[in-house]
Nanobody, 120 residues
Framework: QVQLVESGGGLVQAGGSLRLSCAAS????????MGWYRQAPGKQRELVAS???????NYSDSVKGRFTISRDNAKNTVHLQMNSLKPEDTAVYYC??????????????WGQGTQVTVSS
């Protein structure tokens, strides 16, 4: 079994910054892509940013230039540095990872989510 635990959410004023972290633990052989998604009330969950094991990154247009995703493969962690936050960034943020659990098994896992609220 694999667990993803997020931390770092909270309440911040517009223009402020937050750093989200996600730690993966359990039966991990290796982790391929990792990413952050978010879901605002009444909206579908959307990809915010992703990063490959080799460090290639992808961002949604709405956060490009403001958010930075990074990972530490040795610690099985992924981080999201969020700068210049806007009220429209308010959402529950979820960590996601494609985890190889053995030579023949892999799965896609989600964290429990962490609330980010940006006040205007």
């Amino acid at each position: 079994q694999v667990q993803l635990v997020e931390s770092g959410g909270g309440l911040v004023q517009a223009g402020g910054s937050l750093r989200l972290s996600c730690a993966a633990s359990g039966s991990i052989f290796s982790i391929n892509d990792m990413g952050w998604y978010r879901q605002a009330p009444g909206k579908q969950r959307e990809l915010v940013a992703s990063i490959t094991r080799g460090g290639s990154t992808n961002y949604s247009d709405s956060v490009k230039g403001r958010f930075t995703i990074s990972r530490d493969n040795a610690k099985n962690t992924v981080h999201l540095q969020m700068n210049s936050l806007k009220p429209e960034d308010t959402a529950v943020y979820y960590c996601n990872a494609n985890v190889v659990t053995s030579w023949v098994a892999f799965g896609n896992y989600w964290g429990q989510g962490t609330q980010v609220t940006v006040s205007s």
